[in-house]
């Protein structure tokens, strides 16, 4: 669900009318927003790249429990709760995807930086409770 939901985020939400939009609610020049916006949106879209191949690398889980794994799903899904809890995901970029796609705009971002939060505070729950990566009872 966070690879599918990321993908729409990264290829369907974020296009070069958002970023524009976005920048100008943010109060930019046309000219600033002529001369940026293509550099945002590649890099935005590079950074999306990275959750996609994260999030993908995390389905792995439901057959290894490597502790990289582990790690690595810990990582990906705390940078991408990152996007809604430190406040990285500007509030003109959601304005601006209600303002282009209406309310479906912001449900991938929701769904994948939301669920990033839940998922994260699940690994991190169960590696305190059993202080090993994927709640692996040790043989005592």
Known sequence: MFTAGTAVQNF???????????????????????AESPGFVHSLRLVGIVFIAGNALGVLAFWRRWSWLFWAALAVNLGQAAGVVAGMVPPTVLRASIDLHGPAGVLPSLVTDGGAVLLSLILLGFLLKYRTPWAQLRDG
């Open 12 to 34: 369907a939400v974020i296009t070069p009318e958002l970023m524009a939009r976005s920048m100008a609610l943010a109060g930019r020049s046309a000219a600033e927003i002529a």
